[in-house]
């Protein structure tokens, strides 16, 4: 994988990964369209530690009230221990029982995650039918929850429909969203939690998979310049869309969204059969 290519491909994976819009189905059709192949689930594993790298800075304070308040929180604290109803240590529980889903499928599937389930067929079917099924819970979905009111089960059920997000064309944001709309949270409590709960999947993802490939037998092989490059380049552009699409929520609708996954959906599956596109990937190094 040459810079340009590195460059173009961590804009999308920027602009895409905090979007109900799956960034690794962007991600899987950008490089068919430049030509230079499907890079694996590793590759977008480890440019996603950009874009979550974001997400920390962003939510910085937030994330060490919660860190800190959790911890101290914890049975062997003695002085000054802080009640488990606090709201962020409550959060910080939520966020963890909705990590196990997506650590646990993610374990377990990890063979088709990295072949079968990137089948360009299966993700014009995903960005279709989940894309309807956000438009749908946006406008029937109760808007009246805060994070506060999160219950044991909601926690998990939010895990389970970030876990589909192992499926290119679900959407880590959009699956995550959907499920809180529908069990009636406000759209910045949704999206809010959805960035809080995709933290300690991706960093973990990313590490791993950045472990996997480096002490594999591709690991001479890899590319790592145009990788970090796309890395940065992710970090920067995701920032900025985390700025813009968090005062989006507050005011307006996921509308614009669902259309747009209809409508990528009918333009893959149209470039799908005029042969532009290929089906199932076709691997490279990174």
Known sequence: ?????????GIVQGLTEF????????????????GIGDPGSGFTAIIQIGTE???LIYFWHDIVEILTKWWRSLPWIKVNRIPS??????????????SLPIGIFGLLLEDWIDSS?????ITVFTLAFFGLLLGVADIYGRRERSLEQMTWLQAILYGLAQALALIPGVS???????????MGFTRPAAARYSFLLAMPAIFASGLYKTYDVFTGPEGAAVAWGPTLVATL???VVGYAVIVWFLKLVSTRSFMPFVIYRVALAAAIAVLLLADVLHADAIAVAL
């Open 53 to 55: 790298i974001a997400v």
């Open 172 to 182: 880590r944001s959009g699956g995550t969203i959907t499920a809180g709309r529908l």
């Open 233 to 235: 380049v992710c970090f």
């Open 19 to 34: 979007l109900p819009v799956s960034s690794s189905a962007h991600i899987r059709v950008s490089t068919d369209l430049l």
């Open 1 to 9: 994988m040459d810079y340009f290519s590195a460059i173009i491909l």
């Open 117 to 121: 389930f990137r089948n360009l067929w």
């Open 85 to 98: 109803s606090d709201p962020h240590v409550r959060l910080g529980w939520m966020i963890i029982v909705g």
